[in-house]
């Protein structure tokens, strides 16, 4: 019997405390890797899915390992990395967090004017770096700019086999939007577009293409 395919991807925002009732996140709704996860679990895969907060409910049958920051998702994705054949990683992680987390709410009037920021591990980068010959590994490139060149330097630096580029310029498609339209560069030198469509059925298109 053949042997089953492991697919983890990440989906959704993180969150970064500044105290327990604030913190930095941006709009992520999980809708794109709920719908890669889905895809994925009907085409027989075991799929371990990484899940910021989102209000979505992943079908049944899918392993959800529910994460708030940037450093519980690294984590998660660290530990299913190796057991994994085809990675997607699909999240919009935070790339700083406050320096500080107050453990008690700030009073209105003692809340900091400027708020000290240190980065985030880069999650993508670093399993670039452990990636074995067998394992596919896929990324996205959220860009309102240079989308092209931007993703294409992710796309090496990360030492992805894809890269799945966002025009987030678009205010039709990408986060929080039941669409999406992307363009997909291999590390091989393909470029294919998919065109405007729901992101369930991108997230067929992008399998069709990932497996060919
Ligand atoms: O969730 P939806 O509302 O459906 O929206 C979908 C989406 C717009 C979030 C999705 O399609 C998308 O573009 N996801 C990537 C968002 C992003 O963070 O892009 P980036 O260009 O900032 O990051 C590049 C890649 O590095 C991404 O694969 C990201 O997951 C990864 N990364 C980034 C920072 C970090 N610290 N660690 C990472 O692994």
């Known amino acids: 019997m053949a042997k089953k395919i492991n ?28 719908a890669l996860a889905k895809e994925a679990h009907n085409r027989g895969f ?52 406050p320096k500080f987390q107050w453990e008690q709410k700030k009073k209105k009037d003692q809340f900091p004017q400027n708020i000290e920021m240190i980065p985030n591990k880069d999650i993508l980068l670093e399993l670039g770096q452990k990636k074995k010959k067998l394992q596919t590994l896929v990324g996205f490139a959220a860009e309102t700019e240079n989308g092209v060149q931007n993703a294409l330097e992710k796309l090496n630096k990360k030492n992805l086999d894809w890269i799945a580029l966002n025009d987030i310029s678009n205010k039709k498609i990408g986060f929080d939007k039941d669409f999406n339209e992307i363009t997909l560069f291999s590390s091989s030198g393909k470029r294919v577009n998919l065109d405007f469509s729901k992101k369930e059925e991108l997230a067929t298109q992008m399998f069709e293409l990932i497996l060919k």
Do not use: Q
């Not at 697919?7 to 709920?34: H, Q």
């Not at 998702?73 to 054949?85: G, Q, T, V, W, Y």
């Open 46 to 97: 075991d799929v371990n899915l990484v899940s910021g907060p989102v209000s979505i409910r992943p079908v049944d049958g899918i392993m959800v390992t529910r994460v708030e920051t940037a450093e519980e998702m690294r984590k998660a994705m660290l530990e299913k990395f190796d057991s994994s054949d085809l990675i997607l990683m699909c999240a919009a992680v935070s790339d700083h967090k």
């Open 7 to 34: 697919c983890l991807i990440s989906a959704g925002p993180t969150r970064e405390w500044i105290d327990p009732v604030r913190f930095i996140s941006n709009p992520s709704s999980g809708k794109m890797g709920y």
